[in-house]
């Protein structure tokens, strides 16, 4: 396209979003305005995408990580014949897969669900590290920001993450429109601001015209031909551009424009323009699928092995297996045991340091590629990136989380490291499974399962060992548990999961030597849970007793109940938590002051008999 159809395509574009949001009645049609010159341009000259095969591996990747300009996405996607008119007018409305914020469960030709600033620009750099790591297949990721959200931590996460591994490959374009939702920006049109920032992590940076398509198409340019360094484009626009009655006025955030026919007219009345990107080049995958089952690791009956351990044993095991599988960590492989990895895969291993944020957002990057990841780091520190697990559950994306030093159980650390809300946390998460296993052969187990599974999977391992109680043949399906104590004369049943097991276990034969039996059942599988199980438990045994080394609150006592909501009689139960604020102390001491210790189950199961 010559100057002046770049213009015009621009000024549809802008049309069409305003049509969009003004049949929806919502939107940010002014958001979308903003940066529609930038996308005009991109797509026309630099972007290289086959939109019949948007799985084509050569594809360029582009990430909306400023979310709510949706109606600039889906003018684009109409532009180039993916959507046709009356899909387009169909934006926000009831079973349209043109929602409010772009999701790729609805349209695959979208990466990420955004929607939540700050979330593009870390998940492009996971996409980025994809393509220049592993797939080595050459294409290009662009994300297209916001200004406002530059002010999100995790910006600067990827930024430095980013410059650290030279992804020349990833361009972040950030429209500078001045205003945010509620006003200016904290630099508003002060692009050296925000220049001075990306170059201060190591980026290479443009400040343009946001509305100069001759200025972005050489912008656009240069970041292609710039290598060992990611590129930003700082582009100064203008919110509403092209009509007076919004453009660069506050207040207008989120609304569609009052009178959007003369909004349409002025900005030269409706085309229809059609634009085929640039075909990507021919390219062959590299990167390994899967193949086989795995072997994991097996461990002796009576050792004595921490579950972090297994996992890291068990996770280089699966490597080894499939060449689908990468592993991140947070600067805590040695703790986590995600070392092990490290060292037989380190071609598929990414550290990301202390960045939680980013280390999630780069696994959901690495799984939209079609790799495995395995993100491990300390269970309290996940919290950390709580809102990039959620955005990853809207996404559909595949990814597995393992949180290590979970509980009051790793002892002398203190509350600020002991993971006490990572189980309710998980389980909230929709479509999640939540995974508690006890010992080493259980973990080796559900560490090869969990690369089968759909959605957000969570593991949560032990700092501390644990003997070995499952033989190494022993099978662990998601869903189900492990009764570990029965008899016809059981009394109660004690539900446990992770360290508990153990304590339970020695808790019921306390018990059993005073002549009280105790079923024993091992949850490892928190979500979903064996409702089959815990109802016949509660029919046989009538009482009920879960023991967690976690808060009260969403985690395993939660999950028992939940099995008996469903209007049948709730059995008397009894839930055994973290209920207090722990400080420094060993272990045993933090199990025992807690109330979920061995002494403190057999107590507690005394208790609910009289009570009966």
Same mark, same amino acid.
């Given at each position: 396209?010559?100057?002046?159809?770049?213009?015009?395509? =621009?000024?549809?574009?802008?049309?069409?979003?305003?049509?969009?949001? +003004?049949?929806?009645?919502? =939107?940010?049609?002014?958001?979308?305005?903003?940066?529609?010159?930038?996308?005009? %341009?991109?797509?026309?000259?630099?972007?290289?995408?086959?939109?019949?095969?948007?799985?084509?591996?050569?594809?360029?990747?582009?990430?909306?990580?400023?979310?709510?300009?949706?109606?600039?996405?889906?003018?684009?996607?109409?532009?180039?014949?993916?959507?046709?008119?009356?899909?387009?007018?169909?934006?926000?409305?009831?079973?349209?897969?043109?929602?409010?914020?772009?999701?790729?469960?609805?349209?695959?030709?979208?990466?990420?669900?955004?929607?939540?600033?700050?979330?593009?620009?870390?998940?492009?750099?996971?996409?980025?590290?994809?393509?220049?790591?592993?797939?080595?297949?050459?294409?290009?990721?662009? &994300?297209?920001?916001?200004?406002?959200?530059?002010?999100?931590?995790?910006?600067?996460?990827?930024?430095?993450?980013?410059?650290? $591994? /030279?992804?020349?490959?990833?361009?972040?374009?950030?429209?500078?429109?001045?205003?945010?939702?509620?006003?200016?920006?904290? /630099?508003?049109?002060?692009?050296?601001?925000?220049?001075?920032?990306?170059?201060?992590?190591?980026?290479?940076?443009?400040?343009?015209?946001?509305?100069? %398509?001759?200025?972005?198409?050489?912008?656009?340019?240069?970041?292609?031909?710039?290598?060992?360094?990611?590129?930003?484009?700082?582009?100064?626009?203008?919110?509403?551009?092209?009509?007076?009655?919004?453009?660069?006025?506050?207040?207008?955030?989120?609304?569609?424009?009052?009178?959007?026919?003369?909004?349409?007219?002025?900005?030269?009345?409706?085309?229809?323009?059609?634009?085929?990107?640039?075909?990507?080049?021919?390219? !062959? #995958?590299? /990167?390994? &699928?899967?193949?086989?089952?795995?072997?994991?690791?097996? *461990?002796?009956?009576?050792?004595?092995?921490?579950?972090?351990?297994?996992?890291?044993?068990?996770?280089?095991?699966?490597?080894?297996?499939?060449?689908?599988?990468?592993?991140?960590?947070?600067?805590? =492989?040695?703790?986590?045991?995600?070392?092990?990895?490290?060292?037989?895969?380190?071609?598929?291993?990414?550290?990301?340091?202390?960045?939680?944020?980013?280390?999630?957002?780069?696994?959901?990057?690495?799984?939209?590629? =079609?790799?495995?990841?395995?993100?491990?780091?300390?269970?309290?520190?996940?919290?950390?990136?709580?809102? *990039?697990?959620? #955005?990853?559950?809207?996404?559909?994306?595949?990814?597995?989380?393992?949180?290590?030093?979970?509980? &009051?159980?790793?002892?002398?650390?203190?509350?600020?490291?002991?993971?006490?809300?990572?189980?309710? #946390?998980?389980?909230?998460?929709?479509?999640?499974?939540?995974?508690?296993?006890?010992?080493?052969?259980?973990?080796?187990?559900?560490?090869?399962? #969990?690369?089968?599974?759909?959605?957000?999977?969570?593991? !949560?391992?032990?700092?501390?060992?644990?003997?070995?109680?499952?033989?190494?043949? $022993?099978?662990?399906?998601?869903?189900?548990?492990?009764?570990?104590?029965?008899?016809?004369?059981?009394?109660?049943?004690?539900?446990?999961?992770?360290?508990?097991? /153990?304590?339970?276990?020695?808790?019921? +034969?306390?018990?059993?030597?005073?002549?009280?039996?105790?079923?024993?059942?091992?949850?490892?599988?928190?979500?979903?849970?064996?409702?089959?199980?815990?109802?016949?438990?509660?029919?046989?045994?009538?009482?009920?007793?879960?023991?967690?080394?976690?808060?009260?609150?969403?985690?395993?006592?939660?999950?028992?109940? +939940?099995?008996?909501? +469903?209007?049948?009689? %709730?059995?008397?139960?009894?839930?055994?938590?973290? !209920?207090?604020?722990?400080?420094?102390?060993?272990?045993?001491?933090?199990?025992?002051?807690?109330?979920?210790?061995?002494?403190?189950?057999?107590?507690?199961?005394?208790?609910?008999?009289?009570?009966?």
């Amino acid at each position: 396209m010559n100057t002046a159809e770049l213009v015009e395509l =621009g000024q549809q574009l802008r049309v069409d979003s305003v049509r969009a949001s +003004d049949a929806a009645g919502s =939107g940010h049609p002014t958001s979308s305005m903003s940066a529609a010159d930038l996308m005009a %341009v991109l797509l026309a000259h630099h972007f290289r995408y086959d939109v019949d095969r948007p799985a084509h591996p050569g594809n360029d990747r582009f990430v909306l990580s400023k979310g709510h300009a949706s109606p600039l996405l889906y003018s684009a996607f109409k532009a180039v014949g993916l959507v046709e008119d009356a899909e387009l007018l169909t934006f926000r409305a009831l079973g349209s897969a043109l929602e409010g914020h772009p999701t790729p469960r609805r349209l695959p030709w979208v990466e990420t669900a955004t929607g939540s600033l700050g979330q593009g620009l870390p998940v492009g750099v996971g996409i980025a590290l994809a393509g220049k790591r592993l797939d080595r297949a050459g294409y290009r990721v662009w &994300v297209l920001c916001g200004d406002s959200e530059l002010a999100e931590g995790s910006v600067w996460e990827a930024a430095e993450h980013a410059s650290y $591994e /030279h992804l020349d490959n990833l361009t972040a374009i950030v429209d500078v429109n001045r205003l945010g939702q509620r006003g200016t920006t904290r /630099h508003g049109h002060d692009l050296d601001a925000y220049a001075r920032r990306f170059q201060a992590f190591g980026w290479h940076t443009v400040e343009i015209d946001g509305h100069d %398509v001759d200025a972005i198409d050489r912008a656009l340019g240069q970041a292609r031909s710039t290598a060992g360094q990611p590129t930003a484009i700082l582009a100064r626009t203008l919110k509403g551009k092209g009509v007076a009655s919004v453009q660069d006025r506050e207040g207008l955030h989120g609304k569609p424009l009052k009178n959007a026919e003369e909004a349409v007219a002025e900005l030269g009345g409706r085309r229809e323009a059609r634009i085929r990107p640039q075909e990507p080049p021919a390219v !062959r #995958m590299l /990167h390994a &699928v899967p193949a086989g089952e795995s072997e994991p690791p097996e *461990f002796g009956l009576g050792e004595t092995i921490a579950t972090r351990d297994a996992y890291g044993r068990a996770l280089a095991a699966l490597g080894s297996a499939r060449g689908d599988i990468v592993a991140l960590d947070g600067e805590v =492989g040695d703790s986590t045991r995600a070392e092990l990895f490290a060292k037989e895969h380190p071609d598929r291993y990414f550290e990301c340091y202390i960045a939680e944020q980013q280390m999630v957002a780069a696994a959901v990057g690495l799984a939209t590629r =079609g790799w495995v990841p395995y993100a491990a780091t300390f269970a309290a520190f996940l919290t950390r990136a709580h809102d *990039f697990v959620r #955005m990853a559950s809207i996404s559909g994306t595949g990814i597995n989380l393992v949180g290590s030093h979970a509980g &009051v159980a790793i002892g002398q650390d203190g509350p600020s490291q002991m993971g006490l809300e990572d189980l309710a #946390m998980m389980r909230a998460v929709y479509g999640s499974t939540v995974l508690y296993p006890c010992d080493a052969n259980q973990t080796a187990r559900l560490v090869a399962t #969990m690369a089968g599974l759909d959605g957000i999977r969570y593991l !949560r391992t032990t700092r501390g060992a644990s003997p070995v109680i499952y033989g190494p043949d $022993e099978e662990f399906p998601v869903g189900g548990s492990k009764v570990l104590r029965s008899s016809g004369q059981d009394r109660m049943t004690l539900v446990a999961a992770g360290v508990t097991v /153990h304590e339970a276990l020695a808790a019921a +034969d306390a018990l059993e030597r005073e002549g009280i039996r105790a079923r024993v059942i091992d949850l490892y599988s928190v979500k979903p849970v064996d409702r089959t199980v815990l109802r016949r438990a509660a029919e046989e045994t009538g009482c009920l007793i879960t023991v967690e080394d976690h808060h009260e609150e969403g985690g395993l006592g939660d999950a028992v109940l +939940d099995a008996f909501l +469903d209007g049948r009689p %709730v059995p008397r139960l009894r839930r055994l938590a973290v !209920r207090t604020m722990p400080g420094s102390a060993s272990p045993e001491e933090q199990l025992h002051a807690a109330g979920i210790d061995a002494v403190s189950i057999a107590a507690a199961g005394r208790l609910l008999l009289t009570e009966a």
